[in-house]
DNA sequence: TGTCTATGTTGACGTCTATCGATGCAAGTG
DNA sequence: CACTTGCATCGATAGACGTCAACATAGACA
């Protein structure tokens, strides 16, 4: 595992260490349709501010893309993303 | 996915979220025999006793566990955990 | 016993981060 | 146009984190 895959991986463990997004990102996941909008995931005990902060960084971090349909946003996993965590952590190593 | 899961499977991302710790047990990993001693695997580019720190982390977060023979320590990853987080990831949520 | 090597621990320092209140912006509704 | 709702951004603050130098400890070997 090359220095830039480190980075590159760890960027998107780094974005699930937190409880907030572990369980926004879940919520999203878990979501009826694949997707939700912030009201729907909202309510994991902290402000309004914090849970778009938390969304924020789980976008900036590739696991997370954002829409706006009228008054609401909505937001969906990246289903890739997901499948290159998981065969890192069942043993395939990227290029080690 | 509830308050304490998340806190419990965050702790664990967390502790992959930095590159250093991510390359440190990803060669732990890939070593022969499942296992390395400290000598073997320090070369990531931060002085000993960030090694050590980083290494005591994923320790601590369960994701390695470490055996003093003789000289020198060696630390072996537990399978148990990342066939969980592997889970997680792989879309089958805990408890949601 | 003394010394060297291999690791772990401590203390300090600068930086990042999570959180909040206040505010701003977009879109629907009267 | 005024008002409300949903969400993002800004500014500030307290706490966590990564890093290193210095020191401590454990084992091997002469």
Redesign the interface.
């Given at each position: 595992?090359t220095?830039e895959e480190?980075?590159t991986?760890?960027?998107m463990?780094?974005?699930?260490?937190?409880?907030?997004?572990?369980?926004l990102f879940?919520?999203v996941?878990?979501h009826e349709g694949g997707e939700a909008c912030v009201c729907d995931i909202s309510d994991v005990?902290v402000s309004q501010p914090t849970v778009s902060h938390h969304l924020k960084k789980l976008k900036e971090a590739g696991l997370l893309t954002s829409e706006r349909r009228g008054t609401w946003v909505y937001y969906r996993v990246q289903p890739s993303v997901?499948a290159a965590?998981?065969r890192l952590?069942?043993?395939a190593?990227t290029g080690?």
């Open positions: 595992m220095s480190a980075e991986a760890a960027r463990f780094k974005a699930l260490g937190d409880p907030v997004r572990l369980r879940s919520a996941a878990s005990g997901l965590m998981g952590l069942a043993g190593p080690v």
